[in-house]
């Protein structure tokens, strides 16, 4: 059967076997010395004379504040560390290894311009000069990985990018759904679905000057993700080069910053519902698949990899990679199953983040979207001229045959090539909103049809598959709460905003619960009664009643917040920040109300125990305090996804991670904090030390200029 031409797009010719990524040249013809002025915060401040020498005093930076997770992550994202550090780590290698990463990222690098590759080469120097310049940073096990190269900067952006966002092994191999289910929807590979699983959430503000008090636009990043150190952990700093001047975070591991602001814009991101990976059951014929009504052979290739003993010896472990003309195929279960990835075509991520990060006015800046090169992510923008702006970016697939997202996201029949894309949506059809009436945009990781209030987008509009028809959370409807209005919104107001514990499911059905609940006679619920009426609906750390009114949520929301069933009035597009609303069954949440008092009881030793003193802010061992903030199904802006309980005591597993207020005034003003510090190496002092702040909802001034970071100077080192 002959078929086009561009369903084999994207399927290079491979090796047969993983290809090792080796130390590439050190960049050349351009000085790469520099400094990084180290603040009493940990935050590196770094400037060079080249763009080449930022990128290695960027590497510097992040091997001294983060060498260990650093060189853990290249190790995986080369697809060798099972040979590294033994088997747990072998199917992570095959995965890759599996999708050709190894050798793409190879491709990737080569396909860079010449600038891009010096930029890599250097950051990938910066790292190594700084380990060799202290050898005793890293343990051993870790320095197999050295050197690291240019091309494994690249393998890590596109493992993180495409298999962890896009598609992340644990959801790709996941078990198909049974018929009518669909998998998770939400392509972000960090274990977001919102509902609240708040471990891979973000929220993002950009107030217009119509809407501030000093006629300035405003900018809020403020991304949740793990506070244990892993290849998600942020990285705060300041980097200064002949046409770059940009302050921001990263995640470790990434040369360049995601969430950045320069002296005219600034922009940040949240993670999004995009689609940019299909998965194909395939129908299984002999040993090749049927597609229209013709049998295909597999292109198969022989692969392989090495896996560290417990004696030390390597073993090379051998298998066999099935290729359909959709992609690679797995066995899940008693399926075959291909994915095919949006954009593996498409080698200028890094590229289009510094391009924006260099933008000085919106046109710059959405020239770079306009590539689509970034596979996925909201992202919400402001600048100095008064632009605001949400897109819900992406490497989407064009699907000519239609079908909803619930469709694509699911397993799709394998058997039909007309169901196989073979190109991506143009920019034009991706959901985008420009200086909206209402003088806002706001994202919580919700779908782009609320994104301001008066909304401005319509699902119609668009492709069906863009987002999934679900709900606006809870989270996202306090964000809009927020925002909304006429009225003026100060800089103090702006972070006095951010910072509330309000919970809007509180604000909507309490009232409801006291009125369900008045006829009980049940002491323990008119004990929970009389806590909750004299509730603020904070959860703030000295609040009595927020532990009770969680247990009691999640009863009747479910222990994701996600279940509508309980509600009298549905959640719908036409009233999406006032639904879902009331009670269904007045007994029966009586009857969980009940429930709740007594698992607060067993669990406390009282029904009333302090918020704070229950939930404590902790990164590493040192340092506990009061927390306060929750989860984001409760409808809290303030989001803490917490770990679960042990005994009376919990911590947080994510939520606010680096929240970044800024105004384009002049001078510019620009607060900070990183929950867990700027540092995971151990013994780093920059370990937690933010801690108090965010405990007690206060930010840092960033310092911006080299006087300002003289006068706050830790220390500093030459590269």
């Known amino acids: 059967m002959k078929l086009p031409a561009a369903l084999f797009a994207g399927l290079l010719a491979l090796p047969a076997v993983a290809v ?18 180290w603040d009493t915060w940990g935050v590196p401040h770094i400037t060079a004379d080249s763009e080449a020498g930022a990128f290695k005093g960027f590497g510097w930076a992040q091997a001294a504040s983060h060498g260990n997770i650093l060189l853990r992550m290249y190790g995986e994202s080369r697809a060798r560390a099972a040979e590294y550090w033994g088997e747990s780590y072998a199917p992570l290698d095959r995965y890759l290894i599996a999708h050709d990463a190894p050798a793409r990222s190879l491709a990737w690098y080569k396909q860079q311009s010449p600038q891009m590759q010096a930029n890599l080469d250097g950051f990938a120097a910066g790292i190594n000069a700084y380990i060799a310049a202290h050898p005793d940073h890293v343990p051993a096990e870790l320095k197999r990985v050295l050197p690291v190269s240019g091309v494994d900067v690249m393998a890590h952006a596109h493992r993180l990018m495409q298999f962890l966002y896009v598609a992340p092994m644990g959801r790709m191999l996941a078990a198909p759904a049974p018929a009518g289910k669909a998998a998770s929807g939400n392509a ?3 274990g977001n679905d919102d509902g609240d699983n708040d471990a891979g959430g973000s929220n993002g503000w950009a107030v217009a000057p119509s809407r501030s008090q000093s006629g300035a636009a405003m900018l809020l990043a403020n991304p949740h993700l793990p506070w244990a150190p892993s290849l998600l952990t942020y990285y705060e700093a300041q980097i200064t080069a002949p046409g770059y001047n940009v302050y921001g975070a990263t995640q ?32 299984q014929a002999g040993d090749g698949y049927m597609l229209d009504g013709k049998r295909m052979a597999f292109t198969r290739s022989r692969k392989s990899l090495l896996v560290r ?8 472990e051998t298998f066999v990679q099935r290729q359909s003309v959709h992609g690679s195929v797995f066995d899940i279960g008693e399926e075959s199953v291909a994915i095919r990835v949006a954009g593996l075509d498409r080698p200028g991520v890094l590229q289009a983040y510094l391009d924006m990060g260099k933008a000085k006015n919106f046109a710059r800046f959405e020239s770079a979207l306009k ?70 945009v706001q994202n919580a990781n919700d779908t782009p049809w609320v994104n301001s209030i008066p909304r401005g987008l319509n699902p119609a509009d668009y492709p069906a598959h863009v987002a999934p028809p679900e709900p606006t959370s809870l989270r996202a409807q306090q964000s809009l709460r927020l925002l909304m209005g006429n009225d003026k919104i100060s800089f103090a107001d702006f972070q006095r905003r951010k910072l509330t514990t309000t919970a809007l499911m509180a ?13 009980s006679s049940d002491s323990d619920v008119r004990a929970a009664r009389d806590l909750l009426a004299g509730w603020d609906n904070r959860f703030e750390a000295d609040s009595r009643a927020a532990v009770l009114f969680e247990e009691w949520a999640k009863r009747f929301a479910g222990p994701n917040l996600t279940d509508q069933s309980n509600f009298t009035r549905p959640w719908t597009l036409d009233d999406p920040i006032n639904t879902p609303a009331g009670i269904s069954d007045d007994g029966a949440a009586t009857a969980m109300l009940k429930a709740a008092a ?16 229950a939930s404590r802010f902790s990164a590493g061992e040192a340092v506990s305090l009061p927390g306060h903030g929750g989860l984001g199904g409760l409808g809290l802006f303030r989001t803490i996804f917490w770990g679960p309980w042990q005994g009376d005591k919990r911590a947080p597993e994510a939520g606010e991670t680096w929240v970044n207020l800024i105004e384009f005034s002049t001078p510019m003003k620009a607060i900070a ?30 310092w911006l200029t080299r006087a300002d970071v003289e006068r706050n100077l830790e220390r500093r080192d030459a590269f």
């Open 371 to 440: 590539r689509l090169q970034i596979p996925s992510f909201n992202i919400v923008y402001a600048d100095r001229a008064g632009h605001v702006f949400h897109i819900s970016n992406g490497i989407l697939p064009r699907h000519k045959t239609g079908g909803s997202h619930a469709f694509w996201s699911g397993l799709v029949p394998g058997n039909r090539a007309d169901l196989i894309s073979t190109e991506i949506e143009p920019y034009e059809n991706l959901p985008k909103l420009l200086d909206p009436p209402g003088g806002f």
């Open 598 to 613: 007594d698992a607060v009881k067993a669990r406390h030793g009282r029904l009333d125990p302090a918020y704070g003193d």
């Open 252 to 283: 470790v591991g990434l040369p360049v910053l995601r969430f950045a602001f320069n002296n005219e814009l600034g922009f940040t991101n949240t993670v999004n519902n995009m689609l940019g990976a299909t998965r194909y059951r395939l129908e």
């Open 507 to 519: 604000d909507r059905m309490k009232v409801l619960l006291l009125a369900a609940s008045a006829g």
């Open 188 to 190: 972000g590979g960090d």
């Open 20 to 37: 090792p990524l080796a130390a590439a040249p050190a960049a050349t013809g351009q000085d790469m010395a520099g400094e990084v002025m």
């Open 309 to 316: 003993q417990a004696d030390g010896s390597l073993k090379r």
């Open 673 to 702: 904090a990183m929950s867990y510090g700027n540092s995971s190496q151990p013994g780093s002092p920059h370990r937690s030390d933010q801690l108090q702040l965010v405990s007690e909802k206060r930010f840092r001034a960033l």
